[in-house]
């Protein structure tokens, strides 16, 4: 038999926590068409020896939306080994909305998820009003990796109700819109339903994204759409819980939702200082519900969530007197004003004013540091050094040190302001729990704050590799064939013949993200944090080589996966 690619002599780590084997994998049509001995020939061979070939990675938690129009490789992700993403979470999707409105649907972006609107208006060539419309839009597109995409509940909300959607509750007439409009969606091929009741989510101008002035019975009347069809996952970016009441009645309501209408209910855990315990409260409902036979899974991360903070992006007290001013000019200037004795002492005096006093910060936003839980982003693994403890070693005040720092490095040093999950025997303790997995990557949004789209590299280089907290089997299964069956995203995450071949070739002795950087390449030249990765020999998708040595081979092989419904339509 003649095969399009051989990966051979790898070791196979299958996706679905089995012990690893040594195998040749062998593709055709884009489909693994062997795993085993393989003599026949093949247009491409890839040797893979002392490497792991697993499938391509999953990410569920990503928004995309709009750069898959301006990015077809689906970078950052594409570079740490993910092959397909969902995107449209936590409410923020581009349809419903007709052009005329786009407007309005980008101010839930521009904000709560840091992307720029210029980019958007630059990168985007609308042509759709709804959903169904907006998938053909994205299925025509050249894409590197594979796209599946929810009905976010702030564009729906807006499409049905204009400006009143920031403002108020819906009528009957048209909770009833919104619900025709997602039940056509679902059977087009969307991949569910996607909401945000976070505070974090907030528009330029400090009000609720839309999807937060759903009264909770909104929400369910739309989940249940899903459960009538049976089809779509549902997602949501949760509640504020400041309270233990608040906290056990949001998740009552969470777990009759999932168990009243059996659909597959997701949604990110993390860690709070201020809350210690919670995490633990969302896990036991996840496993409540699951007992009782509803569908839900954590998201998952494989660290902190934190901002990237650096004089190129930015810092808490950019907006405090003097800052203001010096932070518009190059940085070689703000340089020049740090170096200067007197102007350094105005700003010193300028951010330590400004950190005591309170602020509007929302969502990924730089907050005043507290230098015990501000790092300093030395190399692209941990274990990290606070700013504090440097201060401390040499002798310093932690503000002056963390000037100091960036000056070493000509402004160029980001430092890691954790908004979640400190601490790391959490994180380990929540990526062990069955119903957990590394997927919380936020790629595509909060693109000048947080660079999470490293998260699988972090998990394989740093878990698995130098913390031997989880073995390389179990690791794969939270990237891959987890997510591939929470989704429906049949024939993926798992390598077995037959399936479709997105498939990943690694070194397990060196993968590891690489360092972060800022750049202006975003349309309209809007910049962004960007993070690749070493250690990633071969990214196959659909059967075709999309990277080698994470270099775009030039194939586009990428599709658009559509739910269920619209297979079967
Ligand atoms: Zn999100």
């Keep these: 038999m003649q095969y399009d690619i051989v990966v051979r002599g790898g070791t196979v780590v299958d996706g679905s926590g089995l012990p690893r084997y040594q195998a040749d994998v062998g593709i055709t049509g884009g489909r693994i068409a062997t795993i085993g001995k393989i003599t026949g020939g093949a247009n491409e061979v890839i040797d893979a020896e002392g490497h792991i070939v697993a499938p391509g990675f999953i990410d569920g938690h990503t928004h995309m939306d709009a750069q898959v129009f301006w990015d077809p490789l689906g970078t950052c992700s594409c570079w740490h080994g993910v092959t397909s993403v969902v995107m449209g979470n936590c409410g923020f999707s581009l349809a419903p909305c007709a052009e005329k409105d786009k407007l309005l649907v980008m101010r839930n972006l521009e904000r709560a998820e840091d992307i720029s609107p210029k980019a958007m208006e630059a990168g985007i060539k609308w042509s759709w009003a709804n959903f169904a419309q907006y998938l053909d839009a994205v299925d025509r597109l050249p894409k590197g990796i594979n796209y599946t995409a929810y009905v976010g ?109 059996r659909v597959p209910t997701t949604f990110g855990v993390f860690y709070f200082r201020k809350m210690p315990h919670m995490w633990r409260a969302f896990y036991e409902l996840v496993d409540d519900t699951v007992a009782a036979g509803g569908k839900m899974l954590v998201q998952g991360t494989s660290r902190w969530i934190s901002t990237l903070l ?78 504090a403890q440097i201060a401390r070693e040499r002798g310093g005040d932690p503000l002056e040190v963390m000037l100091d720092l960036a000056l070493e490095k000509h402004l160029k040093q ?23 997995v590394v997927t919380f990557s936020d790629s595509g949004a909060h693109v000048s704050q947080i660079m999470d789209s490293s998260i699988q590299t972090h998990l394989l280089g740093h878990w698995v590799r130098e913390r031997q907290a989880l073995t390389l089997e179990q690791a794969i299964r939270k990237l891959t064939f987890d997510l591939a069956s929470f989704w429906g995203l049949s024939g993926r995450g798992l390598l077995r013949e037959g399936n479709y071949a997105d498939v990943v070739v690694f070194d397990p002795a060196t993968i590891a993200p690489q360092m972060p950087t800022l750049e202006y390449d975003l349309p309209a030249g809007a910049r962004r944090l960007k993070q690749k990765a070493v250690g990633i ?33």
């Design 153 to 261: 509940h702030s564009a729906l909300r807006t499409y049905v109700m204009g400006e009143r959607a920031f403002d108020e509750a819906a009528t009957s007439d048209e909770l009833a819109t919104m619900k025709r409009e997602l039940r056509d969606a679902i059977k087009a091929g969307a991949a569910g339903f996607s909401t945000s009741r976070a505070s974090a989510h907030q528009t330029p101008d400090s009000r609720p994204v839309a999807s937060r002035l759903a009264k909770w019975d909104e929400v369910k009347e739309l989940v249940g759409v899903m459960g009538e069809l049976g089809a779509g996952v549902f997602e949501i970016a949760q509640e504020d819980v400041p309270t233990p009441d608040r906290l056990h009645d949001f998740l009552g309501r969470l777990k009759s939702l999932a168990l009243e209408t």
């Design 310 to 387: 650096s004089f190129e992006s930015t810092l808490p007290f950019d907006k405090a007197p003097v800052w203001s001013d010096i932070r518009k000019l190059p940085l070689a200037e703000q340089e020049a004003a740090l170096r200067n004795p007197a102007m350094r002492a105005k700003l010193v005096e300028a951010a330590r004013d400004f950190m005591t006093k309170r602020h509007n910060i929302v969502g990924a936003e730089a907050r005043p540091p507290d230098f015990d839980y501000f790092f300093v982003l030395e190399k692209p693994l941990p274990p990290y050094r606070s700013v």
């Design 414 to 436: 980001f430092f890691i302001q954790p908004l979640v999950n400190e601490d790391q025997d959490i994180v380990l303790a929540m990526m062990r729990h069955p119903r957990s």
């Design 537 to 569: 020999k071969t990214t196959i998708v659909n059967g075709e080589v999309l990277l080698r040595d994470n270099e775009h081979s030039g194939a586009l092989p990428g599709k658009l996966l559509r739910g269920p419904l619209a297979a079967t339509a």
